[in-house]
């Protein structure tokens, strides 16, 4: 059985140092820390039985990994956190923010600093599945892996709001359209609400027989660059979705210049922007409430559904 002492020593640290990184009472440096992180994850240590039984009180701590990687709107992420956070305090539990990776979900759950994880900016084929089963701790993805039956899922259906979307502008006419969507560092990650929009707006286009296309956009001013030389190079586009809210406030002027936008964000984010067709809500705070609600159901024993999803609904302007 692996003890801490072979910790330290694959770290090249002190044993109390290892005890420190695990407790979390000392400062420790970023570098020493995710040597012993790295190696409690790759020794899978866990604490000795006697420790294990002590711990096994509730911490009444839920783990949200947040890893803040490029081209994440940080606007979303924190209304999504709101919603965890509320939810939470509600049920007299805190919460233990992760920014790290796979390391800092094995350290919480192995060091019993929490009860269950919740873990957010899920990718397709996310490498954080198999982390979660091996730590076998109630756990619920805030986004749609592939092979989501073999774990709990709670997320906004972005697949139902592509096709709401083509619907909608194939409805007022328009036969040539554009999603303008996340950094094309999130697609090349293949975060799963990017993919699983794509794939809704695709698949309905084809199915209207409308001509679709794609485009990642930037989240900050340089969208503006992007979203004129398509518009350059295809002035037959006359229907947009628009789902990028950190770039949606500096080319809204642009879009809704003889065109019908829908934009995919936040209620608060599409009130601020004047011109635009119709909107389709992210309900950020709650998914956050539906997560944490889930993962409380879980760490209560009751039954739940492995994939939920919160359905699209469009605001109309007209």
Same mark, same amino acid.
């Given at each position: !059985?692996t @003890?801490?002492? &072979?910790v ?9 140092t290892?005890?420190?990184v695990?407790s979390?009472?000392? @400062? $420790? ?9 790295? /190696? $409690? /994850?790759?020794l899978?240590?866990?604490p000795?039985a006697s420790?294990?039984s002590?711990?096994s009180r509730s ?9 803040l990687?490029?081209?994440v ?12 956070v509320r ?6 539990y805190d ?5 790290? &990776? ?8 192995r060091?019993?600093?929490v009860? /269950?994880?919740?873990? !957010?900016?899920?990718?397709?084929d996310?490498?954080?599945?198999? @982390? ?11 986004g749609? #892996?592939?092979?989501?039956?073999s ?5 906004? &259906?972005?697949?139902?709001?592509g096709?709401?979307?083509?619907e ?9 359209i554009a999603?303008f969507g996340? #950094?094309?560092e ?6 799963s ?11 309905a286009?084809?199915?209207?027989g409308?001509?679709?296309t ?5 989240s900050?001013?340089?969208?503006t660059?992007?979203v004129?030389?398509?518009?350059a190079?295809?002035?037959? $586009?006359?229907g947009?979705?628009?789902h990028?809210e950190g /770039? ?10 003889g065109r019908?936008?829908i ?9 601020s922007?004047?011109?635009l067709?119709d909107?389709?809500?992210? #309900?950020a705070?709650?998914?956050?409430v ?5 993962v409380?159901g ?5 039954e ?7 359905p699209p ?6």
């Amino acid at each position: !059985m692996t @003890t801490i002492a &072979d910790v330290a020593n694959a770290a090249g640290v002190s044993i109390s140092t290892v005890s420190y990184v695990m407790s979390g009472k000392r @400062t $420790i440096s970023q570098d020493t820390k995710e040597r012993v992180e790295r /190696a $409690i /994850a790759e020794l899978r240590y866990s604490p000795h039985a006697s420790a294990r039984s002590l711990a096994s009180r509730s911490t009444s701590v839920i783990g949200l990994q947040a890893p803040l990687r490029s081209g994440v709107d940080v606007h979303v992420v924190m209304e999504i956190v709101t919603g965890v956070v509320r939810e939470a305090r509600e049920h007299a539990y805190d919460i233990l923010l992760l920014t790290g &990776d796979d390391a800092g979900l094995t350290l919480a759950a192995r060091a019993s600093r929490v009860d /269950a994880l919740l873990v !957010m900016d899920v990718e397709s084929d996310d490498p954080r599945l198999g @982390t979660l089963a091996q730590l076998d701790m109630p756990s619920v993805l805030i986004g749609l #892996p592939a092979g989501a039956e073999s774990v709990y899922c709670v997320d906004f &259906d972005f697949e139902a709001a592509g096709r709401l979307a083509v619907e909608r502008l194939v409805a007022l006419g328009h036969s040539r359209i554009a999603l303008f969507g996340a #950094p094309a560092e999130v697609l090349a990650r293949h975060t799963s609400y990017a993919d699983r929009l794509v794939r809704g707006f695709l698949t309905a286009c084809d199915a209207h027989g409308v001509d679709g296309t794609v485009h990642p956009v930037p989240s900050n001013a340089e969208a503006t660059a992007v979203v004129d030389g398509v518009l350059a190079e295809a002035p037959g $586009i006359t229907g947009i979705l628009f789902h990028n809210e950190g /770039a949606l406030p500096h080319v809204a002027a642009r879009l809704v210049d003889g065109r019908d936008v829908i934009a995919l964000c936040p209620a608060d984010v599409a009130q601020s922007v004047a011109g635009l067709a119709d909107s389709i809500d992210v #309900p950020a705070e709650d998914i956050g409430v539906a997560a944490t609600r889930a993962v409380l159901g879980l760490l209560g024993g009751e039954e739940q559904a492995h994939v939920q999803l919160l359905p699209p609904k469009l605001n109309s302007q007209a």
